[in-house]
């Protein structure tokens, strides 16, 4: 992440994962508050709190501070604090819609329906928090009782047509709450016919039907569920339930279940680049309402994850409980995370126990082949990837994974194998251009099949035109084939794309060398210097900017039959 103010000097210690308990806080306001504001960006919320209260103990009535330290407590899942300063962020800022919301809640977890609902609909300024507002708000009518009222304020989402199916389903767990099961039944319908691919949908209507006595149907909707190909744990879980006859407790058993479910799904569709901070702070709410809610600790360990904040995601996935059908996908994702910071015997064993114990997990064995993978024991990936084929029937994944194990054995130099991999991937998915790029830049690499080779790199490239690493190969296939004019149009334009790349640096300063242009050569190979490139190149890229390219050109054929891409 890119740092734009002067608060870059405390991005060291605090991007490292410095225990913020280990820091002196003894220094000036601003220190504090640019350290914060860093750790703010770089989502290391505990150490953001830490500078921000020291900040604020030094300006007590500072509102932007207090508006920071609230979000930071949020998304941290610290809802005691987070209320304590609630007031005093709406004193400043009544429009603060995660503010509003924490003290809705406070008050909705003491049953004072009526005051909940104050704050809630003074959260309701924005789409989100016009949807936010109507779901929590039936919620606590559900808590008096009152059907009609709750489903007349569900009635408020009826103005976007994107919120029908958090109606439905908001309208049919209300209704089964309050004992109205035809109520119940016809909006479970509406809800499954909306997003019966939701599994949160697909759970609670089955739970609803076992519940009803119609366990056939029940057994239909899982089945369904699962005939996709890919498992899902939970689904599979609730199915052997309903085989041995056992009877689940309703989906909803409480108001303050049935809000931790909204702000879930609200959570769940947010999480994104661009709102994860939205959803982390709205999962964090769902669990301080319903704490005993696998899924809910999956889905933070997830956005952490994303976020690549990898401790704050393995502390997440460390409180799945041992006995959840999640466990084994919660033990993967620590083993992904571990990986990612470069602690990669850990990872191994962490994913060896998740096959050991489950030998058809299909995402434990996709981990760990990557991990292998990318630990060069290529032979291990490859029988790895090999259990994974053989146990997917799902198109969707199977492609990806005749793809990595021949990347397997294309570094393994077993070529034969490789290319039969990449053409079985490209046979079950036509045209996918990662696949038409390695298998392309493979061939061109080793000059076989010029022709079918450079006019798959250039399909890649027509798909993925944006592509710097795709480009970038099509570039160095030119420059393998000794056409460096092709090869510096190509590789100019995979720099422009992928600027902090170090490899296509070094690629482009190559050609950049061979056409003549040895200032500008040196100018990128130095760049790719700086842009911290895999050790083993590095000395390949110190020698080239002491003594330039040593080795003698290559020989552009005269005529490979290779077609010239357009100038376009």
Known sequence: MLLRSASWIFAGFLASGVASADVNFDTSFSGNYLAGRTAGRLRDNSAAADFLNAALKQETNNPVLMERLFQADVAMGDVAKAETLAPQVIANNSQQRMARIVLGLKEFRNRRYPEARVQFTEAAYTPVG??????LNAWSYAGEGSLNAALKELNKLDGQESFANYKAVHTALISDFLNSSMRADVAFKKAY?????????????????IRNGHKDEAEKIYQKFLSGGQRNVLIEADLADLKADKKPPAFITTPAQGVS??????????????????????????LALNPDQ???????????????????????????PAASPLRNYADTQIAVNLQRDDKTKEAIEKLQAVVAKDSKNADALVALGGLYRNNNEMQKAVDIYTQAIALQSDDSIKWQLYYYRGISYDRMKAYDNSEADFRKALSI??????????????????????????GMV?????????????????????????????????????????????????????AYWRVGRKNEAQFQWQHAKDNHPEAADLPAIEGRLKNGLVEPPKVKPADSGAVKPSSG
């Open 130 to 135: 016009e949807l936010t507002s109507a779901l």
């Open 193 to 209: 016919g909306l997003a019966g691919n939701s599994l949160r949908v697909a759970q609670a209507y089955a739970n609803f039907l």
């Open 261 to 286: 479910e909204a702000l879930f799904s609200l959570a769940a569709a947010m999480n994104g680049d661009q709102s994860a901070d939205a959803a982390l702070m709205y999962a964090q709410l769902s």
């Open 294 to 320: 696998p899924v809910t600790r999956s889905l933070i360990g997830d956005i952490y994850t994303d976020m690549k904040i990898s401790q704050s995601a393995i502390d997440a996935f460390d409180h799945v």
């Open 429 to 454: 998915s036509k045209d996918e251009p990662s696949v038409l790029n390695y298998l392309g830049y493979s061939m061109i690499d080793r000059g076989v099949k010029l022709d079918e080779a450079i």
């Open 458 to 510: 250039k399909k890649a490239v027509e798909l993925k035109p944006n592509d710097g690493y795709i480009v970038d190969s099509l570039g160095w296939a030119y420059y393998t084939m000794g056409d460096y004019d092709q090869a510096v149009n190509y590789l100019e334009r995979a720099v422009d794309l992928n600027a902090a790349d170090a490899t296509i640096a070094q690629h482009l300063g190559d």
